[in-house]
Nanobody, 115 residues
C-alpha cells in the first residue's frame, strides 16, 4: 500500500507565499508522476502541477508563473512553491501520485488566501 502525506497548508494573505510538500511511502515500485490538484468549494477538482519521472512539468493554466513544482531524484517527495497567492487560490490541495497502474491521493491540505 502507498501513503501520501501532505504538509504546508494554512492561511496566508493575498500576495503571500506558501510551500506545500508531499511525501510518498509504502510499496513504491515506479512513480510515473507526482503532483498536486485542488478543489475549491462548489468546483471540480483541477490540475495544479505535476512532475513526471522524466522531469516534465505540467501546470494548470491559472498558475501563470506563480507556482513551481520540484521533487527529489526518486520522486518520492514533491514540493509546490506558491507565490503571489490570490483569494481564488483558496482550495483544498491534494497530492496525487501515479505509481505503476494506480492513482493514489492524499487526504488534502487546506489553503486559505484571505486578508
Amino acid at each position: 500500500q502507498v501513503q501520501l502525506v501532505e504538509s504546508g497548508g494554512g492561511l496566508v494573505q493575498p500576495g503571500g507565499s506558501l510551500r506545500l510538500s508531499c511525501a510518498a511511502s509504502g510499496s513504491i515500485l515506479s512513480i510515473n508522476y507526482m503532483g498536486w490538484y485542488r478543489q475549491a468549494p462548489g468546483k471540480e477538482r483541477e490540475l495544479v502541477a505535476v512532475l513526471t519521472s522524466s522531469g516534465i512539468r505540467n501546470l494548470g493554466d491559472f498558475v501563470e508563473g506563480r507556482f513551481t513544482i520540484s521533487g527529489d531524484s526518486a520522486l518520492n517527495t514533491v514540493h509546490l512553491q506558491m507565490n503571489s497567492l490570490k483569494p481564488e487560490d483558496t482550495a483544498v490541495y491534494y497530492c496525487n501520485a501515479h505509481i505503476g497502474l494506480t492513482h493514489y491521493w492524499g487526504k488534502g491540505t487546506l489553503v486559505t488566501v484571505s486578508s
